[in-house]
């Protein structure tokens, strides 16, 4: 395993163009506005449908059609009408983010239990509070799944960026298969790997730090431990 593209020093320098870094912020750049994006679209999408229970169709087949749809033809297809540049990427990144985040958003609604809705009404809330201050709290769990699973695929998929000649970590991919460079290429994969798998930590630790500890049951965790009982 040829190594030597992603240790050699050169190739790590801040402010030469094309670096690694450089690359990696603008990958990182892609993933961002369509995660952006597609949570501001899915989100309240989701969590309406799943409130209401009105267009539930449209949530349980979202996910169907993430996983078919075809990302470098729809990249293409927006070329096409759109021309190169930052658009068409965002739009096919985009629409790779919003199924999963729906979906999820839908589903963490839709499996609260209906006693503590219940009571949060009988309480005397009114319905945008029990959405906002009952529903959404105890659905975080579900919906960060969702949002975690988004984020992994649009990580991997956003390399498809350089083949309309943007940058990004498929900068190193597609440059490195023309010369037949595979020392570059591997370099590519693992980078890409590395932040995906850097990114899912990272929001599994936003996941813990927003989510109830009531919901993951950490605090009957610490109620069962020695020092608890003694």
């Not at 799943?50 to 993430?66: E, K, L, M, P, Q």
């Not at 949060?120 to 919906?143: D, H, I, K, N, Y």
């Amino acid at each position: 395993m040829n190594l030597s593209y992603l240790l050699d020093p050169a190739h790590w320098n801040l402010t030469a163009p094309g670096s690694l870094p450089q690359l990696l912020l603008s990958h990182l750049g892609y993933v961002a506005l369509a995660l952006l994006i597609g949570t501001v679209i899915a989100l309240p999408v989701g969590l309406y449908i799943g409130h209401t229970g009105r267009g539930s169709f449209i949530a349980i087949n979202a996910g169907n059609a993430g996983r078919s749809l075809p990302t470098l033809g729809l990249l293409m297809l927006m070329v096409t009408l759109l021309g190169l540049g930052l658009t068409p990427v965002l739009i096919a990144l985009t629409v790779l983010v919003i199924p999963p985040i729906l979906t999820s958003a839908y589903a963490g609604m839709r499996t609260l239990d209906q006693q503590v809705i219940d009571a949060a009404r009988g309480m005397g809330m009114r319905p945008w509070q029990v959405l906002t201050r009952v529903e959404f709290p105890m659905a975080l769990p579900v919906l960060m799944s969702g949002f975690r699973n988004a984020a992994l695929q649009v990580v991997a998929t956003a390399t498809v960026a350089a083949a309309v000649g943007l940058n990004g970590l498929g900068r190193l991919l597609i440059d490195g298969l023309a010369v037949n460079d595979y020392s570059r290429v591997l370099a590519g994969a693992i980078v890409v790997a590395v932040l995906a798998i850097a990114l899912d930590l990272l929001f599994a630790l936003v996941q813990r730090w927003i989510v109830s500890p009531g919901l993951t049951g950490r605090i009957r965790a610490r109620a069962r431990s020695p020092r608890a009982t003694t």
